[in-house]
């Protein structure tokens, strides 16, 4: 049975940093993904990464800012968030089996979704 756990959710500054982790079990060779969704918002993709940390994607508005890799045993993906702002505020979640190419909901439709970790960014 697949197991997905967020963690490293926080208050942080503007201009701050956050990593975030997700850990997995019962599951190997698979992409991994960052959503999130701020209140009145639709999910958004932030970042994907294949099984072999090779393909790397990034939303727009987090080039730059934010980095996504993976450590060995390769049960567990980080999310870098560096630069934070205002606008990144939202339950950030972890997605599992997906297409690491795409952030595009759709193709993350039948992923494993983790419960989620709150990110406030604020003074």
């Known amino acids: 049975q697949l197991n997905v756990v967020e963690s490293g959710g926080g208050l942080v500054q503007p201009g701050g940093s956050l990593t975030l982790s997700c850990t997995i079990s019962g599951m190997d060779l698979y992409a991994v993904a960052w959503f999130r969704q701020a209140p009145g918002k639709e999910r958004e993709g932030v970042s994907a990464i294949s099984h072999t940390g090779g393909v790397r994607t990034y939303a727009d508005s987090v080039k730059g800012r934010f980095s996504i890799y993976r450590q060995n045993p390769r049960n567990t993906v980080y999310l870098r968030m560096n630069s934070l702002r205002p606008e990144d505020t939202a339950v950030y979640y972890c997605?599992?089996?997906?297409?690491?190419?795409?952030?595009?909901?759709?193709?993350?439709?039948?992923?494993?979704w983790g419960q989620g970790t709150q990110v406030t960014v604020s003074s």
């Open positions: 997605a599992v089996d997906g297409r690491a190419d795409s952030l595009s909901p759709r193709d993350w439709s039948s992923a494993s």
